[in-house]
């Protein structure tokens, strides 16, 4: 059975920001910081947010555009790492990867639930209104949703490398990067994924036309 870890609250996740970094973890390998934040060591934590988080809210932002809803995503990032460290696993890639899939899932999630409501404002309006498609509106909110079920039943990397390149519009460079992959790497995973998908699509087609 898993302890239940002590929870790291905001006014700690910002005093982490000012801890003074601990000269022994400085080059500390990313497994190392992370048993020691398993640990509950505030200085592993420090130590990880002093190398991360430019990185982290960067990400954020560019994804986000608002710089507050960036902040938003930075702390819990690192509360999460903070409370659940041993999700990470170091022969998976680098905790840098691993804290930006993080920081692009959550943001995509924040993107997705505006632009959700945005479509419901939007579908209130054309229903008062003249010259509304029900019928595609239908069609279109099925065709999503066989969207978001073919890309779940992905390999995570390729997911990942998905969302990361299509939602997040980021070149296959900057994936690569995020990744820490080889471009050549990259590129075939999202060409492999977006086959895997297609034919899952025509799957879901063909099951509906039944």
Do not use: C
Not at 123 to 145: F, H, I, P
Not at 188 to 196: A, C, K, P, Q, T
Request: aromatic content about 6%; glycine content about 6%; cysteine-free.
């Amino acid at each position: 059975m898993t302890t239940r870890r002590r929870n790291l609250t905001s006014a700690e996740a910002r005093r982490s920001e000012h801890i003074v970094v601990n000269s022994d973890l400085v080059g500390a390998s990313d497994a190392a910081l992370t048993v020691g934040v398993a640990r509950w060591l505030p200085e592993a934590l420090a130590e990880v947010y002093r190398r991360n988080a430019g990185a982290v809210f960067g990400l954020a932002k560019r994804l986000l555009v608002e710089g507050a809803l960036a902040e938003e995503v930075t702390q819990e990032v690192f509360v999460r790492f903070w409370e659940h460290p041993e999700r990470y696993d170091p022969a998976r890639g680098s905790l840098r990867a691993f804290l930006l899939a993080a920081a692009h899932g959550r943001a995509v999630d924040l993107v997705r639930s505006e632009t959700a409501r945005r479509a419901r404002e939007q579908r209130a309006k054309a229903v008062s209104g003249t010259g509304y498609d029900l019928e595609q509106e239908v069609v279109e909110l099925v065709a999503n949703e066989r969207v978001r079920e073919a890309l779940d039943k992905l390999p995570d990397a390729q997911r990942t490398a998905i969302e990361l390149a299509y939602f997040g519009g980021h070149t296959y460079r900057e994936v690569a990067t995020m990744q820490n992959e080889p471009e050549g790497t990259v590129k075939s995973r999202i060409r492999v994924g977006l086959r895997s998908m297609e034919k899952e699509l025509a799957h879901l087609a063909e099951g509906t036309n039944r």
